[in-house]
């Protein structure tokens, strides 16, 4: 499959009164036509404003993206002009919000919300743009599409204004949707018909999605790919089969061992990661999951492990990956 | 939405009973004495008792209060006891009552006009030296006591400025930007009313620009502002449609609580430039212990505050759909 998307060494900062927070330091991945990655981490490590990066949505100042290359399509978003990345921007590559309560305009109509987009990118008339938006209301199962199109945000439930935001991402038929944590602010149940709606309409469409998540569990349904970052690194990638079967990064093994298992013997525990990230201001010039890492050995403190092939098609940034396999196994 | 005003109507009276109840109390109680005012400090007390009788003022209280509120209940609101000396007090506020209602909703709308774009402004360059600016000078303004304005203003208008021009390397000579003028009041249209509808709207020009600079900076953090400018939109389109329908909401309860305000006239604006308005009469009027104009003045302001307060809610309802299915 063709690359549509390549980021290398991406480096975005943020200048706050108490100094230069890395938020994203070095970043490179791929992303192929129609394929599915999974953007993992916890709160902070730099995963949404990696893909904000991409889409040049970093409020600056205080952000600046110092460095890197975005190539979409061939083209460098970071150096093409304003006009032009208004152009990609909700009509090659569409976002979906984390929180659907604050990520919709509370006095504009959702049929005013959604149409503005086919409007200024598809070249639609108001009336034209009305009807799609009821048909898109309609694709991502929102009842009485033509009634409710009329709606203020206030009268939607979560879950409906997640869906009215998909199809607000939607609506030009992207080929790229960037979903930033989609389901975390909703109940179980609706995260899953998000989840579905998302998986259908991908194979629908045929767009690739980049799904940013500090879930695995949700992760695991609809991936090919996962990145795990940790403090604005990527410290391990490969197919997500590989992952959950084959951690190779201590910090993943350790994200793992913190989801619940169906398998696991009754009253076993759940293992945290003990300690907190580092402080991105003052980054350690070693590891930085050196602290909490169990399979630590002096070089970490004061090397950085670059991102290297662990296995077939597997990167990861450890100096004792091959430890962590061994070791594992017991 | 028709019970809600019908409600909101319905504590009018109650509202207009503790104000007039209390305002008449306080006129009657408090020192002072317009019969004295009218006659002088040495009249003769047979002739202060005669007169207070004549226009029943020796009586009880809840004597006069019952027969003030049934004259007010036919549309009679009493005499001027002193200055306009026994002409209707319902035909000194009609005729005073249009030259301040000018003056004040003149004040308001240069106020609108100015203070929304220098907030919209200030809160879109936060920080930078344009913010700075117009923060130094809305917090000046504001705190300048409308007495100082007055001095102040004139010297800007009125005087001739040398100024150094660089590009020219001369000094060169502005001014004066108004011409002075004397005289009676012409309206509110005429050169006379600048300066007193400047003064008047400084207030309303600082409330306005710190409400509009606070709100541009509070919307524009949004999520639904980052929405906004994922879908592509131009910056202009995120501003004008996304961030300032919702920064105006706040804006609109400011101006009509203002609305409130329209008849009572600023005693000081009116005595300097001799705008023959209800301001001056209020002045007037306290300090001659003017009773049944201090009455009349006061409740119709209450009645216009409570006025405005409705029409705020309702605007509230027009302009944010939150509040609107509510009602």
């Known amino acids: 499959m063709a690359t549509l998307l390549e980021v290398k060494e991406l480096r975005t900062e943020f200048h706050t009164q108490d100094g230069v927070v890395h938020a994203v330091n070095g970043v490179s991945f791929t992303l192929d036509e129609g394929e599915t990655l999974g953007l993992v981490g916890e709160s902070g490590c730099g995963k949404s404003v990696s893909m904000l990066s991409v889409m040049r949505l970093i409020p600056m100042p205080p952000g600046k993206i110092v460095s890197g290359q975005v190539l979409f399509q061939g083209r460098d978003l970071l150096r093409v002009d304003d006009e032009e990345i208004r152009s990609v921007r909700g009509n090659k590559i569409a976002m979906v919000f984390q929180d659907p309560m604050t990520s919709l305009n509370p006095v504009l109509t959702i049929n005013t919300q959604i149409s503005e987009a086919l409007e200024l990118h598809q070249g639609m008339t108001k009336e034209q743009a009305r009807k799609r938006s009821i048909e898109l209301l309609q694709m991502v199962g929102i009842p009485e599409a033509e009634r409710r199109v009329d709606d203020y945000p206030h009268q939607f439930s979560g879950g409906m204004r997640q869906r009215a935001m998909i199809a607000m991402a939607l609506s030009c038929s992207p080929q790229l949707l960037i979903a930033d944590e989609p389901t975390t602010a909703l109940d179980v149940t609706i995260q899953a018909q998000i989840i579905d709606i998302v998986k259908r309409l991908k194979r629908e469409l045929g767009m690739a999605v980049v799904w940013i998540t500090h879930d695995l569990g949700v992760i695991a349904g609809i991936a090919d790919r996962i990145n795990v970052m940790y403090a604005g690194f990527i410290v391990e990638s490969a197919h997500v089969k590989e992952i959950f079967a084959n951690p190779l990064h201590p910090y993943t093994l350790g994200l793992l061992g913190s989801i619940p298992r169906l398998d696991a013997a009754l009253k076993s525990k759940l293992t945290p990661i003990e300690g907190l990230p580092p402080d991105l201001i003052a980054l350690p010039k070693g590891c930085p999951f050196y602290d909490r890492c169990h399979y630590r050995t002096e070089r970490c403190e004061n090397e950085n492990p670059p991102l290297e092939l662990g296995a077939v098609r597997h990167s990861v940034a450890c100096w004792n990956w091959q430890d962590v396999r061994k070791l594992r196994k017991h | ?327």
């Open chain 2, 1 to 327: 939405m028709g019970t809600f005003i019908l409600r909101r109507l319905l504590w009018l009276p109650v509202l207009l009973f503790f104000v007039s109840v209390i305002t008449f109390a306080l006129g009657l109680y408090g020192p002072g004495d317009p019969v004295q005012v009218m006659l002088g400090l040495h009249a003769n007390p047979e002739t202060v008792a005669r007169i207070r009788q004549e226009y029943g003022l020796d009586e009880p209280f809840y004597v006069q209060y019952v027969n003030y509120v049934k004259n007010v209940l036919q549309g009679n609101f009493g005499y001027s006891l002193v200055r306009y000396r026994d002409q209707p007090v319902g035909r000194l506020i009609a005729e005073h009552l249009p030259v301040t209602v000018q003056l004040n909703l003149c004040a308001i709308v240069v106020g609108i006009l100015i203070g929304v774009p220098l907030g919209l402004i200030a809160g879109l360059y936060r920080d930078r030296w344009i913010d700075l600016a117009v923060r130094a000078v809305v917090i000046a303004s504001i705190s300048l006591p409308i007495i100082l304005l007055n001095p102040v203003l004139s010297f800007i208008f009125f005087r001739e400025h040398i100024v150094f021009v660089p590009l020219l390397d001369r000094l060169v000579s502005i001014g004066p930007l108004l011409p002075q003028v004397a005289g009676r009041w012409e309206g509110v249209l005429s050169p006379k009313a600048i300066l007193p509808v400047l003064i008047e709207a400084t207030g309303v020009i600082a409330i306005l620009t710190r409400q509009m600079r606070a709100g541009m900076i509070e919307v524009l953090s949004e999520d639904y502002i980052r929405t906004a400018r994922a879908k592509g939109l131009r910056e202009r389109v995120v501003i004008v449609r996304h961030a300032m329908r919702n920064a105006l909401i706040p804006i609109v309860t400011l101006v009509g609580l203002m609305l409130g305000g329209l008849v009572a006239g600023s005693f000081l604006v009116e005595s300097w430039f001799d705008v023959p308005g209800v301001g001056r009469i209020a002045y007037e009027a306290l300090f001659a212990r003017d009773y049944y104009v201090i009455m009349a003045l006061t409740l119709l302001i209450a009645l216009a505050y409570v006025l405005a307060n409705l029409l705020v809610d309702l605007m509230y309802g027009f302009l944010d759909p939150r509040i609107r299915t509510m009602g």
